[in-house]
């Protein structure tokens, strides 16, 4: 029986192992914050916390219902933490910052979770797993990830740019990355990649696949639908400008208030593409939970029927 004394006795526990980690973190933590303001890929890192918390507040009734110490767990995390921490001191200098960032605050957000499933358990470390893991999302992306990402989501962009571009039925000639129009040259390059972008269609593929969806096959299809999202939405803005700046003003790609700050408009475009994969994923569970109500009953009758013909045919023998 969990007693109120017991949670604020391990809630207090709790707070003592985040706060050693904070310290332990503090460097770290300080030039995240900078990051996060000053580079737009990592302008979602503040508000991670403030979802988990969210999220913890939430459903803390059911995480919590059954809690209990677990030192067998918890202190490897804690150890696996360490030997992070450890890492990101002795690699300082020979990364790039945010490789360094990456790796401290990955031995925050392990040293976390150890504290939480050695003060409450496995059990609430389940229950909770969603904002407990959603916070590996305020980890900078390190180089060996970023990287490769955005020359997908380039040479994606590039594809479904090409596609549209066909669509149109304008002239053009293409060379890689490279798209001659009348009059205009247009490369895709890193900046088209829309990582940013991508990152928040990501954040908010996991929140409505948490809110409204109960499969995991569902949230999966769903989070990754953005992929091809993100591209086509990049290769609408990628086209758009690309239009305007050929055949109407050469401004339009290289200054305009569509090529700067017109980011916002596709992002929603985006959004409205992603809703119609959500529906979809929703239907389909509803349809997969139907069946199952209905493929139980009928289950159940065949074997109520066989087990009654069994019976009969028992009852039956001695008659012979």
Same mark, same amino acid.
């Given at each position: ?6 949670? $604020? ?16 973190? =503090?460097?770290?933590?300080? #030039? +995240? ?6 580079? &737009?890929?990592? #302008? ?27 030192? #067998?767990?918890?202190? !490897? ?31 925050? $957000? ?20 969603? !904002? +407990? ?6 980890? !900078? ?6 990287? !490769?990402?955005?020359? $997908?989501?380039?040479?994606? *962009?590039?594809?479904?740019?090409? $596609? ?20 205009? =040259?247009?490369?895709?390059? &890193? ?35 953005? +992929? @091809?999202? *993100?591209? /086509? ?6 086209? #758009? ?25 596709? /992002? ?22 139907? =069946?199952?109500?209905?493929?139980? @009953? ?23």
């Amino acid at each position: 029986m969990v007693t109120g004394a017991n949670q $604020v006795k391990r809630g207090f526990v709790f707070l003592v192992l985040l706060a050693i980690g904070a310290a332990l973190s =503090s460097s770290a933590v300080m #030039s +995240l914050m900078v990051v996060s303001s000053t580079d &737009e890929i990592y #302008s979602h890192i503040p508000l991670i916390p403030l979802v988990s918390l969210y999220f913890l507040f939430l459903g803390r009734q059911g995480i919590f219902s059954e809690i209990r110490w677990d030192y #067998s767990r918890g202190l !490897p995390l804690i150890a696996v933490s360490l030997v992070l921490w450890w890492l990101g001191r002795h690699v300082d200098g020979n990364v790039n910052d945010h490789n360094h960032l990456s790796i401290i605050m990955s031995g925050f $957000v392990v040293w976390i979770l150890g504290a939480f499933l050695l003060v409450y358990g496995p059990s609430a470390a389940r229950k909770g797993a969603f !904002p +407990l893991l959603f916070l590996f999302l305020s980890i !900078p992306i390190p180089t060996v990830i970023l990287d !490769p990402l955005v020359r $997908v989501l380039q040479l994606g *962009s590039a594809e479904f740019s090409h $596609v549209i571009f066909k669509v149109t039925g304008v002239p053009l000639h293409r060379d890689g990355l490279f798209f001659f129009l009348p009059g205009l =040259s247009v490369e895709v390059a &890193e900046q088209c990649s829309g990582i940013r972008s991508s990152i928040a269609l990501f954040i908010i593929a996991l929140l409505a696949g948490k809110l409204f969806l109960g499969s995991g096959w569902a949230r999966s299809v769903l989070v990754f639908s953005i +992929l @091809p999202i *993100s591209m /086509f939405k990049n290769a609408l803005r990628i086209v #758009s400008l690309a239009l305007l700046g050929a055949y109407v003003d050469p401004r339009f790609v290289t200054g305009s208030w569509l090529h700067d700050s017109g980011g916002m408009l596709f /992002f929603f475009i985006a959004l409205l593409l992603l809703m119609p994969v959500l529906w979809g994923m929703k239907k389909w569970e509803k349809r997969i939970g139907s =069946s199952r109500l209905v493929a139980g @009953p009928c289950k159940a009758k065949n074997m109520l029927d066989r087990a009654t013909s069994i019976v009969e045919s028992g009852r039956a023998e001695p008659g012979r």
